[in-house]
């Protein structure tokens, strides 16, 4: 299994606080992604890193953003969370093009 | 618009016969197909991928065929095992590193 770790792995939290979620890696990939899982919507990216200090925007990004300023960590912050916000969070890694490894996920609430 | 598609919610086989997942994506510049097979409460696991130079890749019980022409491809089990009841994503990017874009699964059950 890759070395991935996310933490919390569940929160809750109020709508309007700040949230911030920490995706870790031991296996110096390059790549580091942050999706969001709803049901009906399957995985969908909210932001990816292909580099220290490089990241760009995903297809969900609005209400987010991310740094990344060590190889091996990402940050998603929720600046101020909604209940919209309310989803499972995926952090995957990659260092090839047909292969991307995924955490155990974070669940987040949003109340 | 959705570029990968999964049009089937869900699947039911019977143990030891063959499941056959479908997937179609309409953006030509895909260059590498994955899938991962995911369980409740655990984060999606690579299964096999497939690149566009190729038209089928093979792991064990797993085959993924892909039909460029029709931009169609598929992931094969056999035997089916109960085990392999998850939620199964295809997963597509183009050259390049590319983020993955995923279809919205399909729920596989295999009844013993």
């Known amino acids: 299994d890759a070395g991935i770790t996310q933490s919390p792995r569940h929160k809750v939290t109020e709508t309007g606080t700040p949230v911030t979620l920490r995706c870790h890696q031991t296996?110096?990939?390059?790549?580091m992604y942050w999706y969001r899982q709803d049901p009906g919507h399957g995985l969908r990216l909210i932001h990816y890193s292909y580099g220290v200090k490089d990241t760009d925007k995903g297809e969900v990004s609005d209400g987010y953003s991310v740094s990344r300023s060590k190889t091996e960590d990402f940050l998603l912050t929720l600046e101020s969370a909604t209940s919209s916000q309310t989803s499972v969070y995926f952090c995957a890694i990659s260092e090839r093009e047909d292969t991307q490894y995924f955490g155990p996920g974070t669940r987040l609430t949003v109340l | 618009d959705q570029q990968v598609k999964q049009n089937s919610p869900s699947l039911s086989v019977q143990e030891g016969r063959i499941s056959i997942l479908n997937c179609d994506y309409t953006?030509?510049?895909?260059?590498?197909f994955l899938w991962y097979k995911k369980y409740p409460a655990e984060g999606p696991t690579f299964l096999i991928s497939i690149s566009s130079i190729k038209d089928k890749n093979e792991d064990g019980r797993f085959t993924v065929f892909l039909n460029k022409s029709a931009k169609h491809l598929s992931l094969h089990i056999v035997p089916s095992q109960p085990g392999d009841s998850a939620v199964y994503f295809c997963a597509a990017s183009a050259k390049g590193n590319t983020p993955l874009v995923f279809g919205k699964g399909t729920r596989l059950s295999v009844i013993a």
């Open positions: 296996e110096n990939h390059r790549y």
């Open positions: 953006n030509s510049m895909f260059d590498y």
